[in-house]
């Protein structure tokens, strides 16, 4: 049991893991993917409390092995700087762990979804150069991926899909495409993401 501080004050024990391995859960995957994580609910406010991070996912046969830091770790692993014990992968905060069960739960390969993500949010700058934007994995819809685009400014519903036959075009080219740019960037290093591309690109810049 971990004691958490909820936000009303109120202490409460969650049940967590040290490893979650979801080799050893046969439902575990898919509650990730639903957004249920370790969690309880405040006996004073009836609020959702999640376990703090970090947390370390683990699941051999799907490949996967994370360390999932609190967003506040978020500018140093774009800086690489971010080292918690262990090998594995860094993810930050739980909508990226939610993200990736997503994508093991629909059986992609994490690296062919990410860069469909570059191709999305690379089209979303386009069209709002000014805006935030970030592309989110969100599930299989009839046969389609659909991918969620938040930060748009112009009320834009932020909802694509794009067809199983993009991903496969893009999974049969990923293991060359990863000694390139931008895809050599992206998948160094423990974080493996798009967003930190933007924020290494403005540090060099700024020198
Ligand atoms: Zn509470």
Same mark, same amino acid.
């Given at each position: ?7 009303? /004050? ?8 040290? *490893?979650?391995? =979801? ?26 409390? &999640? ?13 996967? /092995? ?9 500018? !140093?692993? #774009?800086?690489?700087?971010? /080292? ?5 992968? *860094? ?11 997503? *994508? ?5 390969? +994490? ?28 599930? =299989?819809?009839?046969? !389609?991926?659909?991918?969620? *685009? ?12 794009? +067809? ?7 999974? !049969? ?9 931008? #895809? ?5 290093? &423990? ?5 930190? =591309? ?10």
């Amino acid at each position: 049991m971990k004691k958490v501080t909820c936000r009303c /004050d109120a202490v409460v024990e969650i049940d967590v893991p040290d *490893i979650i391995d =979801l080799d050893a859960d046969p439902s575990g995957l898919a509650r990730l993917a639903d957004g249920d994580s370790p969690s309880a609910v405040c006996p004073r406010c009836g609020a959702l409390v &999640r376990a703090e991070l970090p947390l370390r996912v683990k699941s051999a046969t799907r490949g996967l /092995d994370a360390v999932v830091l609190s967003d506040m770790e978020r500018l !140093s692993a #774009y800086r690489g700087k971010a /080292d918690p014990s262990g090998s594995g992968e *860094i993810l930050l905060g739980y909508q990226e762990l939610f993200e990736r069960a997503r *994508i093991l739960r629909d059986g992609f390969d +994490p690296k062919a979804v990410e860069a469909l993500k570059y191709v999305l949010q690379g089209k979303a700058e386009e069209s709002e150069p000014e805006a935030d934007v970030s592309v989110f994995y969100n599930g =299989l819809k009839d046969g !389609s991926l659909e991918f969620h *685009i938040l930060g748009l400014k112009s009320g834009q519903a932020g909802v694509v899909k794009l +067809p199983r036959t993009s991903y496969d075009r893009i999974a !049969s080219d990923i293991g060359s495409a990863v000694s390139k740019e931008p #895809y050599k960037t992206i998948f160094s290093g &423990r974080y493996k993401s798009i967003k930190k =591309l933007g924020f290494l690109s403005s540090a060099s810049d700024a020198g």
